[in-house]
């Protein structure tokens, strides 16, 4: 089973929709991390969190807000979906140690807006 | 705040042949690490190699290997032996901090290159 786990891979929705992506993981890191991915921009970071209890904007926090339910779980809602919202959205964790605190990604969620 | 930049936008290369890609970075900070992330159509992001900015060894990884000129702050990856199952989009990224970061282990990212590998 893969480490980092997204749900769902792929959805279409409508502006104006509250939609929740989920990302699950089983590697036992405590930090977390929602990028979006845009054609031509490379990832930019939305929200991360370093354990339960922290959450912390990115650049573009904007439009969305986070969840992290537990340390292997981290959501990711759009309130009120709009078009620009529309890209691949990433989870990731790392650990916090002495070596160089990698990044691990999920598959992937590929989120269109109409 | 941190800026890394890839330039080129696509390349190309023949199987068995070698490619560069480049990257540069522009920071105030001595102490960070560099990564670069392979994304195949798959999508999924895949960690190529990383190297410590306090480390003057070039980082190695099978056919994968960096140049990395820390004073020019380039961080450019080589690929040996091109094969066909390299084709993908590459990404350079910066960590700020070091072993402990902190505060700062979030990446930024380049904008990616596209690489196609010709048979």
């Known amino acids: 089973d893969a480490d980092v786990t997204q749900t769902p891979r792929n959805r279409i929705t409508k502006t104006g929709k509250r939609i929740m992506l989920e990302c699950s993981q089983t590697?036992?890191?405590?930090?977390m991390y929602w990028y979006r991915q845009d054609p031509g921009l490379g990832l930019r970071l939305i929200y991360y969190?370093?354990?339960?209890?922290?959450?912390n904007k990115g650049e573009i926090s904007d439009g969305y807000s986070v969840s992290r339910q537990a340390q292997a779980k981290f959501s990711l809602s759009l309130e009120s979906a709009i078009p620009n919202q529309t890209a691949l959205y990433f989870c990731a964790t790392s650990d916090l140690g002495p070596a160089t605190d990698t990044q691990y990604f999920g598959p992937g969620t590929r989120l269109t807006v109409l | 705040a941190q800026t890394v930049t890839q330039s080129q936008p696509e390349m190309s290369v023949q199987e068995a042949e070698t490619v560069t890609l480049s990257c540069t970075y522009d920071t105030s900070e001595s102490d960070y690490y560099l990564f670069w992330y392979k994304q195949p159509p798959s999508r999924q992001m895949i960690l190529v190699i990383r190297?410590?900015?306090?480390?003057?060894q070039n980082a190695t990884e099978n056919r994968f290997s960096v140049n990395f000129q820390k004073a020019a702050k380039s961080f450019s990856l080589k690929i040996s032996d091109s094969q066909l199952g390299d084709a993908a989009m590459y990404f350079c990224a910066y960590r700020s901090g070091g072993a402990w970061a902190g505060a700062n282990s979030k990446l930024t990212f380049g904008k990616g290159i596209t690489l196609s590998v010709r048979p």
């Open positions: 590697k036992g890191h405590d930090r």
């Open positions: 969190s370093f354990d339960v209890k922290d959450i």
């Open positions: 190297q410590e900015a306090y480390k003057q």
